[in-house]
């Protein structure tokens, strides 16, 4: 069975006007691709599908979490994920082609599946750091004996150091 037909939204007789549709996926989901930079996580998707005549509009919102590791402390965290992405679908001879945001399916085609643009849009939606700001949790997740010896470092910065002083001279240049 097709792992992904939960995510297949019939579009043949859909009326056209909007339509709105909520989506997860989690740890099996993700393990369907293979090297994803992801491995678990739990993310939620509002969808919602203008239909018309000659394309579809579809906006998501994501959230949700993913499990990673913290770029400060080391730490195995929920990095939140909060995004919106937009997708165009255009009928068209062209079908599988894309443009940037644009998607070609023949007229005849009688579901589109989102399972591969939930994923891509997971994907975009993760920060460039594996960081976030943990302070406001109840519990946070920290590795406090490594943001220990960060703030002991930053507090040598502050002190005289000689090499850091000829480095900020070439700087100022």
Known sequence: MDPF?????P???????????????DKKFLSHFEGSPVEEGVIDFDVELDKRSDMMLFDFVVSGYVGAICDRCTA?????????RHLIV??????GETEDEV??????????????YLYEFMVLALPITN??????DPEPPCNFEVLK?????????????????????????
Do not use: M
């Open 5 to 9: 037909v939960l995510f297949s939204l």
């Open 11 to 25: 579009i043949q007789g859909l009326k056209n006007g909007t339509h709105h549709y909520k989506f997860s996926i």
């Open 76 to 84: 195995n965290i929920h990095l939140p994920l909060n995004d919106e």
């Open 90 to 95: 255009k009928y068209g001879e062209a079908e």
């Open 103 to 116: 998607v070609f399916i023949s007229r005849e085609a009688s579901e589109f599946n989102l399972a591969k």
């Open 131 to 136: 960081t976030y700001d943990c302070e406001n």
């Open 149 to 173: 010896f960060l703030k002991d470092e930053n507090d040598e910065e502050d002190s005289n150091n000689p090499i850091r002083d000829a480095l900020k001279g070439l700087t100022e240049n």
